[in-house]
Nanobody, 121 residues
């Protein structure tokens, strides 16, 4: 059984910073890409940032220069450092990972339960 557990969300003022963490656990053989998505009320879930196992990254245009994604492969953990937060960044942030377990030959996609980020004064 694979679990992705997010932490670090909360309420922050505009211009503030937060760091989200997502730890993957279970019978994991290898983690490929990891990423963060977000979903605001009434909107579709969108990609925020992603990182490959080799460290290549890509970002949504709306967060470039403000957010940084990183990962610790030894800890099966991905981070999202968010700076200069804006009210429009308010959403539930979800962790996502493509990984292979001891029970599977091909990789499968997994989601975390989500963590709320609210940017408001």
């Amino acid at each position: 059984q694979v679990q992705l557990v997010e932490s670090g969300g909360g309420l922050v003022q505009p211009g503030g910073s937060l760091r989200l963490s997502c730890a993957a656990s279970g019978d994991i053989v290898r983690i490929y890409a990891m990423g963060w998505y977000r979903q605001a009320p009434g909107k579709q879930r969108e990609l925020v940032a992603a990182i490959t196992s080799g460290g290549s990254t890509n970002y949504a245009d709306s967060v470039k220069g403000r957010f940084t994604i990183s990962r610790d492969n030894a800890k099966n953990t991905v981070y999202l450092h968010m700076n200069s937060l804006k009210p429009e960044d308010t959403a539930v942030y979800y962790c996502n990972a493509d990984l292979r377990t001891i029970a599977t030959i091909q990789s499968m996609n997994y989601w975390g339960q989500g963590t709320q980020v609210t940017v408001s004064s």
